[in-house]
Nanobody, 122 residues
Framework: QVQLVESGGGLVQAGGSLTLSCVDS????????MGWFRQAPGKEREFVAA????????YYAESVKGRFTGARDNAKNTVYLQMNSLKPEDTGVYYC???????????????WGQGTQVTVSS
């Protein structure tokens, strides 16, 4: 069973940094690709980053390329999202998800965390 819990969100000024973490309390973390998505108020959930099972390959939305870095530690059942040079438009609830492939489509992910709020002030 996969159970994902995100942490690390908060309020930060534009240009600042945050690191999100997502821990899986189950025993099969390394069997899943992991994704990060976000949802701003009044908008649809959007893809942010996806990380393959072995963590070697990571894919990003164009809007975060060069600013965000995804990584995973399979020994700790944890996936991370390092966010630098944050912008007000990065504000939203950030979700981690586990699925069969490192996809930009939310439909590929079967398990989701509860989300963590990130607010970037201008």
């Amino acid at each position: 069973q996969v159970q994902l819990v995100e942490s690390g969100g908060g309020l930060v000024q534009a240009g600042g940094s945050l690191t999100l973490s997502c821990v899986d309390s189950g025993r099969t973390f390394s069997a899943y690709a992991m994704g990060w998505f976000r949802q701003a108020p009044g908008k649809e959930r959007e893809f942010v980053a996806a990380i393959r099972r072995n963590g070697v390959s990571t894919y990003y939305a164009e809007s975060v390329k060069g600013r965000f870095t995804g990584a995973r530690d399979n020994a700790k059942n944890t996936v991370y999202l390092q966010m630098n040079s944050l912008k007000p438009e990065d504000t939203g609830v950030y979700y981690c998800a586990a699925g069969g492939s490192a996809s930009a489509s939310a439909r590929e992910y079967a398990y989701w965390g509860q989300g963590t709020q990130v607010t970037v002030s201008s």
